[in-house]
Nanobody, 121 residues
Framework: EVQLVESGGGLAQPGGSLRLSCAAS????????MSWVRQAPGKGREWVSSFDSGGGFIKYADSVKGRFTISRDSAKNTLYLQMNSLIPEDTAVYYC??????????????WGQGTQVIGSS
């Protein structure tokens, strides 16, 4: 069974940092592209960043470029999102998502339960 478990969310001070983790199990983590997707209160899901299996496709949404860094550790089957210079607009539930393939991002076939991030003003 595919499982994705996020952690690391919380309340960040203005301009502060948080590091999210997504522990993956039940599939060959190194063979699939992985992404972070967020959902702000009252809004739809917004793609944040993706990291493919080979490391050649690492992309960020314009809203987080230069502030967030995605990474992955295949030895630990874990996806990370380092978030710096947090702003109130980053407030959302952040989800880890597994792609159906090794490259790109959508479509996704598995989601974590999400972790709440609050960027205080």
């Amino acid at each position: 069974e595919v499982q994705l478990v996020e952690s690391g969310g919380g309340l960040a001070q203005p301009g502060g940092s948080l590091r999210l983790s997504c522990a993956a199990s039940g599939f060959d983590f190194s063979s699939y592209s992985m992404s972070w997707v967020r959902q702000a209160p009252g809004k739809g899901r917004e793609w944040v960043s993706s990291f493919d299996s080979g490391g050649g496709f690492i992309k960020y949404a314009d809203s987080v470029k230069g502030r967030f860094t995605i990474s992955r550790d295949s030895a630990k089957n874990t996806l990370y999102l380092q978030m710096n210079s947090l702003i109130p607009e980053d407030t959302a539930v952040y989800y880890c998502a597994k792609s159906v393939g090794s490259w790109g991002f959508r479509p996704y076939d598995a989601w974590g339960q999400g972790t709440q991030v609050i960027g205080s003003s």
